[in-house]
């Protein structure tokens, strides 16, 4: 079964003090792998689409890379308004499916 | 910057009630969705559509769901006799190309009493 798993399930955080998110992936065969930002009470904001091991993408303060089994989300000295929910969701290859398997997010709050 | 509106933002309605949950995607993209996610859980798929027929549901989407695009803009779910455990945040979603990127919109919150 296609799974994702994302750790940790939350994060505290000092202004400026870089981390990264883990988010492990099981799926029959990759075609993308997605990471989202969710706000409180908000639909889930797209920030990054992974394909292939090795590859990276980079916006602002946040950096995605995957390997095979696994992506992170490196968060380089981040700021108060970067607190949200990350989602990180992948999607299968084969058949008509397109849809996304989502984890269950890891919840970051950053503190001035 | 295009984007995905939901209306209502919140609906309240008695078990057994019928609600219609609407949506209108980027205006470009093909490929539409419905997700949901129940407080404090993952969200969920329930159903993709393109080229106006059902292209996969999950178990979730069951016959008291349905899905229709009843003209060029609106994408709607309706639930046709709802139940507690109906109640969640209901995201509709599109997507340009298959296997591209979902933009999702703000939600519309779902109370079953």
Known sequence: EDQVTQSP????????????LNCSYTVSGLRGLFWYRQDPGKGPEFLFTLYSAGEEKEKERLKATLTKKESFLHITAPKPEDSATYLCAVQA?????NKLIFGTGTLLAVQP | EPEVTQTPSHQVTQMGQEVILRCVPIS??????WYRQILGQKV???????????????????DQFSVERPDGSNFTLKIRSTKLEDSAMYFCASSGDYGNEQF??????LTVL
Not at chain 1, 93 to 97: H, P, Q, R
Not at chain 2, 104 to 109: K, M, N, Q
């Open chain 1, 93 to 97: 290859l084969g058949g008509a499916t």
């Open chain 2, 28 to 33: 470009n993209h093909l490929y539409f969705y």
């Open chain 2, 44 to 62: 969920e798929f329930l159903v993709s559509f393109y080229n106006n027929e059902i292209s996969e549901k999950s178990e979730i989407f069951d």
């Open chain 1, 9 to 20: 399930e939350a994060l505290r955080l000092q202004e400026g003090e870089s981390s990264s």
């Open chain 2, 104 to 109: 999702f919109g703000p939600g519309t919150r």
